[in-house]
């Protein structure tokens, strides 16, 4: 309902804007070829209302968040884009002189209204590979804005949900150089992960303050600088959708291992690495007929069944497994099966098949 009054509102606007430079385009006249251009701007001028006036409003409502994003790197290609912008409009005005009254003024204002943000926004999206082209710069140390990195990020930016800093395994990651670039912890993050570790609760609070104990780590340990940012979305309740948005106005993933906001994500075209699935993309394969030696730690599901685990947490169905109960057996691979929660591993006695 609010996109369809959106609309409406943006239809009436530049409808009759358009039906303002049709009547200045066509000054006294009154005959059939008036009223059609006049007619034509105005539909013209309601269905571009129609389309983008919503577009806009986000635009502008993001507007307020998205300016403290920007650094001042790029606030200064922008500037550099609108003055190449104007100066192009300018060199076009003798080219509209030609042309009869009011056209002649009208149009050089429309070309300088579309050409400067126009190069403002195409400079400035480029930001990046400019900066890279400027040569390497060094990382930020304890400043306001992050945390101390030894290494320059190359402009890939990662937003960090709570789930992953609890799990603690983007530690190890982050360490042995698998992310590029840095980590994006928003300001509410840190704030939930606070009121975490301040739960009245025993494993909720123990949980929090691994988190904490994780931030500290990558802080003294990890290559990847550590951006904290103020953004909020104080329109949005649930941290997840302000993951998301974030995400989206930043332009670059979430790191995470909820599966929640994973399926939320994707939903709203965000691209997410889940850590879960590296997880089980780097579990050592194993194949029917291999042949190993595990440890039989509980019964199975099954009659006969003992079950045990490989040292990356897959587990292993052992048939007729039971009565080896906290022994150690060799044992054949029988078949594989990959399911959501992971990998597990069926097998036999070894010399029982």
């Excluded at 590979?129 to 320059?152: I, T, V, Y």
């Excluded at 009565?323 to 992971?342: K, S």
Aim: proline fraction near 5%; hydrophobic fraction near 45%.
């Amino acid at each position: 309902m609010r996109d369809i009054v959106n609309r409406l509102t943006g239809a009436l606007l530049l409808g009759t804007a358009g039906a303002g430079v049709g009547w200045a385009l066509t000054p006294g006249e009154s005959g059939a070829s008036a009223v059609a251009i006049v007619l034509v701007l105005t539909l013209l001028g309601a269905a571009l209302g129609m389309a983008l006036f919503p577009i806009i409003l986000r635009m502008f409502g993001r507007a307020g968040y998205g300016f403290r994003a920007v650094t001042l790197f790029q606030t200064g290609l922008a500037m550099l884009g609108l003055i190449g912008g104007l100066i192009v409009s300018a060199l076009l005005v003798p080219v509209y002189s030609n042309l009869p009254d009011p056209a002649d003024w009208i149009a050089p204002l429309v070309t300088a209204a579309i050409a400067g943000p126009l190069g403002a926004l195409l400079l400035a999206s480029r930001s990046g590979e400019l900066s890279a082209l400027a040569g390497p710069q060094s990382s930020p140390r304890n400043g306001s804005n992050g945390f101390s990195g030894k290494h320059q990020a190359n402009g890939r930016k990662l937003v960090v949900d709570t789930s992953a800093i609890i799990d603690g395994r983007i530690a190890d990651i982050s360490e042995a150089g698998f992310i590029q670039g840095s980590l994006v912890l928003p300001r509410f993050v840190l704030d939930e992960l606070r009121h975490i570790a301040d739960s009245p609760e025993a494993l909720r609070r123990n949980r929090g303050r691994r988190g904490l104990d994780i931030l500290n780590r990558l802080q003294k340990e990890s290559p990847v600088p550590i951006e904290i940012t103020d953004v909020d979305f104080e329109d949005v309740p649930e941290v997840d959708s302000k993951l998301v948005r974030l995400a989206s106005m930043y332009g670059c993933p979430i790191l995470t291992n909820d599966f929640n906001l994973n399926r939320v994500a994707e939903l709203e075209g965000v691209p997410v690495l889940n850590i879960n699935q590296l997880a089980n993309a780097v579990k050592s394969v194993v194949l029917p007929g291999e042949e190993m030696v595990i440890r039989v730690i509980q019964e199975g599901k099954d009659a006969g069944q003992g079950v045990g685990f490989l040292d990356d947490g897959t587990m292993v169905v052992v048939e007729s497994g039971r009565r080896h109960l906290n022994d150690e057996v060799g044992i054949v691979v029988t078949r594989v099966l990959q399911t959501v929660a992971g990998r597990m591993i069926f097998a036999q006695l070894k010399g029982n098949g």
